[in-house]
């Protein structure tokens, strides 16, 4: 119907590497034949939390064909991973999953803290099996959550130490955890922060709410990777993908909020914002401010990921700052 309004995204073929969009299964009745339709949107479906554990091998098994007779990868969940590891079953969990036909291991920290020298174990132990893995990055609990510059690090750590292509950035329930605020809205500040070190396509964002998927498809387009995802919403996030509105669209505001800080820090940003890229040093002529001062300012916004430092072309001795920009799109 109307196929000529269709237009094809970007990656429109699996496997896919931009535009993933991750389902979660949590045994909900499938309608096959609709299914099918969808399934060509579909990249991965987690299995949610123990669940491999709690139903027979056989209603597993048969579940997982399903899935990949359409061309789907299928993860574990982070929860049984950790179990896993805390219970000295690893190895095994890992040989298991690889027998039932599991293609992604999704490993994160929420129970258990590990070295650097554990992690590239694991690592190495899914590898050795032919497995890939995804390593999620954020906690659970809103009452223990990690703040920008941990969440950095870890993002750091997990790229360029222990071999990630894709970080995943933990959302649970999509309240006032990672990305999103007690209201379930996309802290863009936060957001910000993490695409100014690394591209977009380098995360998979859990969003479990509608909302939430319509922001970020808004902010970065149709590549965006997005997990956590209800079954039944995949057609609302494909159309929105290929530039269709839905109704979880209207209402939200897309444009990053101005920075969480003092008045210096907001002067500073004006500043950089009008008249970029700037270094230090004229900073401080134009704003009549305290090097220290200036010095906070800048450090406050590159955390909250509103600027970027870079080196000055014309003196690499100097560092320039210039506003964030989303030129991904």
Excluded at 69 to 77: K, L, P, R, V
Excluded at 252 to 268: Q, V
Excluded at 293 to 304: F, G, H, P, R
């Amino acid at each position: 119907m109307l196929s000529e309004l269709n237009k094809d995204r970007v990656d429109s073929k699996k496997p896919r590497k931009e535009g993933l969009t991750c389902i979660v299964d949590k045994l909900q009745v499938l309608d096959k034949e609709i299914f099918e339709a969808l399934s060509k949107y579909i990249d991965i479906v987690k299995i949610y939390n123990v669940i491999p554990i709690i139903i027979p091998e056989a209603v597993l098994e048969k579940r997982i064909k399903f899935y990949h007779d359409f061309g789907i990868q299928i993860s574990t969940g982070s929860t049984i991973t950790e179990l896993s590891i805390l219970e000295n079953y690893f190895d095994k969990f890992v040989k298991e999953s690889k027998k039932l036909g599991f293609d992604i291991i999704e490993i994160a920290e929420n129970n258990i803290q590990l070295d650097i020298d554990r992690k590239k174990k694991i690592v190495s132990t899914i590898l050795s099996n032919d497995l890939n893995f995804h390593w999620k990055l954020g906690r659970k609990d809103p009452r223990h959550q990690l703040g920008v510059v941990d969440t950095l690090s870890k993002i750091d750590e997990a790229i360029t130490k222990i071999g990630c292509e894709k970080v995943l950035i933990e959302a649970n329930e999509g309240f006032n955890v990672g990305i999103y605020d007690e209201r379930g809205s996309v802290k863009w500040n936060f957001v910000g922060a993490l695409t100014s070190k690394y591209p977009p396509p380098k995360f998979i964002f859990e969003s479990p709410i509608e909302s939430q998927q319509s922001s970020l498809i808004a902010e970065f387009g149709q590549r965006v990777n997005l997990a956590g995802i209800n079954p039944d919403v995949v057609a609302s996030v494909e159309s929105q993908r290929r530039g269709f509105m839905s109704k979880a669209a209207f209402g939200i505001s897309y444009l990053r909020k101005e920075p969480e800080s003092g008045p210096a820090s907001k002067f500073i940003y004006y500043i950089i914002k009008t008249k970029n890229p700037i270094d230090q040093g004229e900073l401080i002529s134009l704003s009549h401010l305290p090097r220290r001062t200036i010095q906070n300012a800048v450090e406050e916004l590159k955390s909250q990921g509103f600027i970027v430092e870079r080196n000055s072309l014309e003196d690499a001795r100097k560092k320039v700052y210039t506003p964030i920009h989303s030129d991904w799109l």
